[in-house]
């Protein structure tokens, strides 16, 4: 006798909901702790007797949203004597390209020092200034190369070595895993903020990993450095896996799901298309004046893993076309572990020139900064499609990822 279609579904349901205990339960086992939770579960003796300074911003919080200045300022275990803001500033009240200034927190009286666009002996000259021992670093970052907190990083190791500092590094889940690397790696004679040194476009490392390849391989000297790792963490997981509350790293960074496409879709700051600032969905918006439903079919067409293409219109309230109703599409992933932002970038390249008569490069070839060389640019330029484009950098990926393997902590 057969099951009824009711037994079925139950049964059915039942299975789910105990897959889902399952998954829960060994989320459990492994309760992920963050590098400051560590820190404070051991009552700050990593820094006990140090003036201590850190660099962070509004990600830098506990897992019940407080943040770590806040927690530690009223911690008498631990020194805190200053804040250094990058980007955006330590309290994420500027816009890109922005930050605070100096002044005195008014939640700690605690002296804020502005770090962004500050390297060498100018930031080793502000490390001075606070009279701090150690400088802690705590910022979550997205896993792609031009995302410029990991170049914080870089130029505050370099500047605490000059000013003769200690360096703490507590480390912060990749929200986008770190399974792999991905995409070009840069060349050195394309060096700028949204890349200092030769690594890939998506990392697949988290900041204490980067750390220690900073540390060990470019750097001409190494800083004192040490890392507090995270417990709980597999290089498989993704943002949701780690239980933590998701923060804004940046204004245009509003969920994981933006950073899952951001180190593909970013790309299109090069162009003369719209990323999607100024929209709810950044990096995930794409499009421009006289662009129409070719584009999403084109994309489409490829078939590539994880990943749909919608035909979408939409109207940004700030940066490129503001205030005027513009064609493009909305990237759509459908299968995570399965999908490659960089190729799934690229491919968005390709088929934009392909469709649309419009398209251009920024003046100031800033697709080169963001690539990390000209050849994307031109080999686009010469009619190479996708997988053309994406083997041009391979050999270079290669020796990144030898490289990469030493400082990998994490299984």
């Not at 502005?114 to 080793?124: N, V």
């Not at 540390?215 to 040490?226: H, K």
């Not at 499009?287 to 893993?305: F, M, S």
Request: proline share 6%; glycine share 10%; net charge neutral.
């Amino acid at each position: 006798m057969r099951p009824s279609r009711r037994a079925v579904i139950t049964t059915a349901t039942a299975a789910a909901v105990s897959a889902t205990s399952t998954a829960s339960a060994a989320q459990r086992r492994r309760h992920l702790r963050t590098g400051f939770e560590r820190l404070a579960h051991d009552g700050y003796s990593l820094l006990d007797g140090q003036k201590v300074g850190i660099v962070t911003n509004p990600t830098g919080i506990t897992r019940d949203a407080r943040h770590i200045v806040d927690v530690m300022h009223a911690d008498t275990r631990v020194g805190l004597t200053a804040v250094f803001g990058p980007e955006h500033g330590f309290r994420g009240t500027a816009q890109a390209g922005g930050s605070e200034g100096r002044y005195d927190d008014p939640a700690t009286g605690l002296p804020v020092y502005d770090t962004y666009l500050k390297s060498g002996r100018p930031l080793a000259d502000v490390f001075t200034a606070s009279g701090v021992d150690t400088v802690v670093f705590d910022i979550q970052d997205v896993g792609a190369r031009f995302y410029t907190y990991i170049w914080t990083l870089y130029d505050c190791m370099e500047a605490a070595l000059l000013a003769g500092k200690r360096f703490v590094v507590l480390d912060r889940p990749n929200p986008v895993t770190g399974r792999a690397a991905l995409g070009p790696v840069l060349h050195k004679e394309f060096a700028t903020f949204v890349g200092r040194q030769p690594i890939a476009q998506a990392h697949g490392m988290t900041v204490a990993e980067l750390a220690r390849l900073f540390n060990g391989e470019f750097l001409t000297e190494p800083v004192p450095l040490e890392t507090v790792t995270m417990s709980g963490w597999k290089r498989s997981d993704f943002y949701d896996a780690s239980g933590l509350p998701w923060v804004p790293p940046s204004p245009n960074m509003p969920t994981p799901e933006t950073a899952l496409v951001y180190s593909g879709t970013c790309l299109f700051e090069g162009t003369n298309l719209s990323e999607g600032r100024g929209t709810t969905r950044p990096f995930e918006l794409l499009g421009a004046e006289g662009v129409d439903r070719r584009w999403a079919a084109a994309a489409n067409e490829l078939a590539l893993p994880g990943v749909r293409f919608r035909e979408a219109y939409f109207a940004p309230t700030f940066s490129k076309y503001q205030g005027k109703t513009i064609g493009g599409v909305q990237v759509h992933v459908h299968d995570r572990a399965a999908f490659d932002p960089v190729r799934t970038g690229i491919a968005l390249l390709v088929t934009a020139k392909r469709v649309w008569s419009g398209f251009a490069w920024r003046p100031d070839n800033w697709i080169d900064k963001l690539t990390g060389s000209a050849r994307v640019r031109t080999m686009i330029d010469a009619g190479a499609d996708t997988d053309e484009v994406v083997a041009g950098w391979q050999e270079d990926l290669a020796a990144f990822r030898r490289m990469r393997r030493t400082y990998l902590h994490y299984r």
